[in-house]
């Protein structure tokens, strides 16, 4: 005798289901929904719970086919446009999310959840302000909302809020004090504010929190060096690289660090990873090999190329003669700026500006990579000075000019490029110079871009002739400074100009210094002529001034 199956009870079997679902069975209860799916494909509540289950396995792609099958079978309930959201959000598909989630608003309004989604899928967007507004709503009535708190902080932070980011962070933190999340972004901001000391106890609790936190490893490791603590800060990169051997930006950093206490033959290992780290500008296929000091260039045409600012450019430009003097005819590609006046250089067969098509060449090598090609150590740094040498028109051009002010005649430049990472920590306020300014003396004034009210300071000052916006390249400015007798600059291009001129130049370098001039000392093997005064507490440029202030007026005191 047959045995009859009892039917499939649909209401049933789904009760089982969401049972085993909220027990963490999710296996079962997965089963389960897909029997019910079998049985009515458009069932609403299987398709959106089978999607959630989709969600906690990581599975967002087949959670979104899932919450588009609900929607479309029944597009009138909010929570499946916000589920749909969500996965869409979790695919980086921000712009899909945002139109999720406006209609699960439409269909309710007062939700303070969907309201909180919809905000984040703006911050994706980068519709900050927008979604600040919301976040702020979302916490007017539900205070408690921890990821707001967070989200908001994100948000006041892409702002430039960093205070207003820091409160919010720190509200999170009263909700969930050991979240990781929440102190690495806190982190993040008082690094922005130049507060690396709690930068660091910052990474520190969220690694004690979620000790793979390789990124917090990594911001350790940042706050470390701003704080002069680089011993402490490459092995921050280290554990880093124990996690992620390939993190660009671990080695890129480490490579600094290692730098600027001199060790240069791990330092310009790592230096090679520059390439790759976050914000680095696309770097062009030359379509011909690389080298790296690893063959022969006898009788090779090289391609010796600028990859990084003024300076960086002028500072490697010392290696094309020892390249040169390997059997290599050199060509030289630069910024259209340095063109004529690298055109001078010992052992280049020619120069071109970048932009231009260069000359045949066999093989080629960034600037930046000649350190490590040549394997350049402490001890063996090239400083053959001068290697760059003024125009003799440019000189004309100027002699007069200058020639007429009272000696001594010194230059300044108290600012470099504003978009440089480390603008906030370099350049200095024309302001700050007063005491200089103070001493005997003409003042020539050789910055190029100026900011705020300093064209009414500079008009304020009758010893100071400012022709920062009459040098149209580094030819100019390397005639000016060549009819100087001495220029205190921040650390910018026209630092290494003068160094690698030869020209007595003072270079102002902030607590944590660019790895060219070293961790201490007044000198720096790369410019014999410079001498470097460096901040003895953060941000305190009133006493670095002082002390040139005090050195000027000692040097004055000789010559007289």
């Not at 007017?140 to 207003?164: M, T, V």
């Not at 990781?180 to 922005?192: D, E, Q, S, T």
């Amino acid at each position: 005798m047959r045995t009859v199956s009892a039917p499939f009870n649909l209401g049933q079997a789904l009760g089982e289901a969401v049972a085993l679902h909220r027990g963490g069975h999710l296996r079962e209860a997965e089963r389960i929904y897909a029997r019910v799916l079998k049985a009515a494909p458009d069932h609403f509540d299987a398709l959106n719970l089978l999607g959630g289950i989709k969600v906690q396995q990581g599975q967002f792609g087949e959670a979104q086919r899932l919450f588009a099958a609900a929607v479309k079978a029944n597009p009138a309930i909010a929570a499946g446009w916000n589920n749909l959201g969500q996965a869409q959000h979790a695919l980086k598909r921000a712009a899909d999310a945002l139109r999720s989630f406006d209609k699960a608003r439409a269909l309710a309004p007062d939700d303070v959840d969907i309201l909180y989604q919809h905000a984040n899928a703006l911050i994706s967007l980068n519709r900050h302000r927008e979604a600040l507004a919301e976040l702020q709503t979302v916490l007017a009535r539900k205070p408690q909302h921890f990821e707001a708190h967070l989200n908001s902080g994100l948000a006041q932070a892409a702002l430039g809020f960093s205070e207003r980011a820091l409160a919010d962070f720190d509200a999170a933190l009263a909700l969930v004090p050991a979240h990781p999340v929440a102190h690495f972004n806190r982190g993040v901001v008082l690094i922005k504010l130049r507060r690396y000391a709690e930068a660091v106890a910052a990474n520190e609790r969220a690694i004690a929190a979620a000790p793979d936190y390789v990124a917090a490893w990594l911001n350790r490791g940042m706050a470390l060096a701003q704080l002069r603590r680089f011993e402490e800060a490459i092995l921050s990169y280290g554990e880093v690289l124990t996690r992620r051997k390939d993190n660009v930006d671990a080695h890129f950093n480490r490579a600094l660090a290692l730098l600027t206490i001199g060790d240069f033959r791990r330092g310009f290992e790592d230096y090679e990873w520059r390439w790759a780290r976050t914000g680095a500008p696309a770097q062009k296929n030359r379509g011909r090999r690389l080298w790296l000091g690893d063959y022969s260039l006898s009788g090779k045409t090289i391609l010796l190329h600028a990859e990084q600012g003024f300076g960086d450019t002028i500072q490697f430009a010392r290696y094309a003669p020892l390249v040169a003097a390997q059997g290599a005819k050199v060509v030289l590609e630069v910024q259209p700026e340095l063109k004529s006046l690298l055109s001078r250089l010992d052992g280049v067969t020619a120069v071109v500006a970048r932009g231009e098509a260069p000359p045949p060449f066999d093989v080629h090598c960034p600037l930046g990579s000649l350190p490590l090609a040549l394997k350049t150590e402490l001890p063996t740094v090239p400083a053959q000075i001068p290697y760059v040498l003024a125009d003799e028109a440019r000189l004309q051009k100027w002699s007069a000019r200058i020639e007429k002010l009272p000696p001594p005649r010194i230059s300044l430049a108290w600012a470099g490029n504003p978009v440089h990472d480390n603008d906030r920590n370099r350049s200095i306020a024309l302001s700050t110079l007063a005491p200089l300014l103070a001493m005997p003396g003409s003042f020539i004034g050789i910055q190029r871009e100026l900011r705020g009210d300093e064209a009414a300071q500079l008009a304020a000052q009758p010893r100071l002739t400012h022709v920062g916006g009459e040098l149209a390249d580094f030819n100019d400015t390397a005639a000016v400074l060549s009819l100087c007798d001495l220029l205190i600059t921040v650390d910018t291009a026209p630092a290494h100009l003068a160094g690698a001129m030869g020209r007595p130049v003072w270079v102002l370098v902030p607590f944590a210094p660019d790895w060219r001039w070293m961790l201490d000392g007044e000198i720096t093997p790369w410019y014999p002529s410079a001498r470097v005064f460096r901040q003895s507490a953060l941000a305190d440029w009133n006493a670095v001034i002082a002390r040139a202030a005090a050195a000027l007026q000692e040097q004055l005191k000789g010559s007289s």
